[in-house]
Nanobody, 127 residues
Framework: QVQLVESGGGLVQAGGSLRLSCAAS????????MGWFRQAPGKEREFVAA????????AYADSAKGRFTISRDNAKNTVYLQMNSLKPEDTAVYYC????????????????????WGQGTQVTVSL
């Protein structure tokens, strides 16, 4: 399995921006689908964004469309989530996830679509 480590979370005011990073080690993630999920207290983990194995397709939750952007730097084996116009309801622990192998199934938006997970990074958006 690949090891994933998220970073970049923190406290930000509403309307601000954060960029989350997910550094992978153990194997390359340049050719597998990657995803970002989040979990708020008392709620289930929910899909935020995904990038296809080829990097040519993206998928976003309705709540993230137009504000969040997922991207990947293959040279750094790192995936990013740029979050703009943050809202208090974006407050959650954000998790990075990797698919196990390249496959044509798309979009991947369910937690069971991914088999490797990071430990999460806290994002808190204040009024």
């Amino acid at each position: 399995q690949v090891q994933l480590v998220e970073s970049g979370g923190g406290l930000v005011q509403a309307g601000g921006s954060l960029r989350l990073s997910c550094a992978a080690s153990g194997r390359t993630v340049s050719n597998v689908a990657m995803g970002w999920f989040r979990q708020a207290p008392g709620k289930e983990r929910e899909f935020v964004a995904a990038l296809s194995w080829s990097g040519g397709r993206t998928a976003y939750a309705d709540s993230a469309k137009g504000r969040f952007t997922i991207s990947r730097d293959n040279a750094k084996n790192t995936v990013y989530l740029q979050m703009n116009s943050l809202k208090p309801e974006d407050t959650a622990v954000y998790y990075c996830a990797a698919d196990r192998s390249p496959r044509p199934l798309w979009p991947l938006t369910r937690t069971r679509d991914f088999d490797s997970w990071g430990q999460g990074t806290q994002v808190t958006v204040s009024l």
